[in-house]
């Protein structure tokens, strides 16, 4: 069965940072290309960052761009989310999906990022 | 990139049908067939429903049906049911820089 376990959600200040980590497990994790996307609290859903099987192309929603980077460990089935000079407008529920060919096919429950002071 | 357009709400009673609509351009919905639906539960995360504009995947009821026409996809769900209330995201590849866009999302409401 195919799990999918985000963390590394915090209250974090602006301008601070923080490191999300998704947890792959019931499938060949170097297999898949990953996705991170975000909802608001009340808010829809907003693609975040895509990153191909191997690690090697890396794509970023203009709002993040500069101030995210995605990467991956395929030796320990695991997705990360670099987040620094955080903003308010940040403030979401983070998801990692897993990718087939476009389509998110599994999704984590989610880990929850406040940027507050 | 801008958002995908749905409407807010839709809403019908059980055993009958609903469509909700996903407006894009031709530089995402119109220009590909990756189309992809998601129904999501209060609290809940996100769920597949269909993909490639017209595909379910394993274990999806066939009352969920996709189309395109030009720039706007659809989604009709058939016999509704009190578990089909939720609410649905369209999305589709925007281009290999912009990878995909996001509906705004449409509150399913069985009456």
């Known amino acids: 069965e195919v799990h999918l376990v985000e963390s590394g959600g915090d209250l974090v200040q602006p301008g601070g940072s923080l490191r999300l980590s998704c947890a792959a497990s019931?499938?060949?994790?170097?297999?898949?290309?990953m996705n991170w996307v975000r909802q608001a609290p009340g808010k829809g859903l907003e693609w975040v960052s895509y990153?191909?099987?191997?690690?090697?192309?890396?794509y970023y929603a203009d709002s993040v761009k500069g101030r995210f980077t995605i990467s991956r460990d395929n030796a320990k089935n695991s997705l990360y989310l670099q987040m620094s000079s955080l903003r308010a407008e940040d403030t979401a529920l983070y998801y990692c999906?897993?990718?087939?060919?476009?389509?998110?096919?599994?999704w984590g429950q989610g880990t929850l990022v406040t940027v507050s002071s | 990139q801008s958002a995908l357009t749905q409407p807010p709400s839709a809403s019908g009673s059980p055993g009958q049908s609903v469509t909700i609509s996903c407006t894009g351009t031709?530089?995402?919905?119109?220009?590909?067939?990756?189309v992809s639906w998601y129904q999501q539960h209060p609290g809940k995360a996100p769920k597949l429903m269909i993909y490639?504009?017209?595909k379910r995947p394993s274990g999806v009821p066939d009352r969920f049906s996709g189309t395109k026409s030009g720039n706007t996809a659809s989604l009709t769900v058939s016999g509704l049911q009190a578990e089909d209330e939720a609410d649905y995201y369209c999305?589709?590849?925007?281009?290999?820089?912009?990878?995909?866009?996001f509906g705004g999302g449409t509150k399913l409401t069985v009456l």
């Open positions: 999906a897993r990718t087939t060919v476009i389509t998110l096919d599994y």
């Open positions: 019931g499938f060949t994790f170097s297999s898949y290309e």
């Open positions: 990153i191909s099987r191997s690690g090697d192309n890396t």
């Open positions: 031709s530089s995402d919905v119109g220009g590909y067939n990756y």
């Open positions: 490639d504009v017209t």
């Open positions: 999305s589709s590849f925007a281009g290999s820089n912009n990878q995909m866009v």
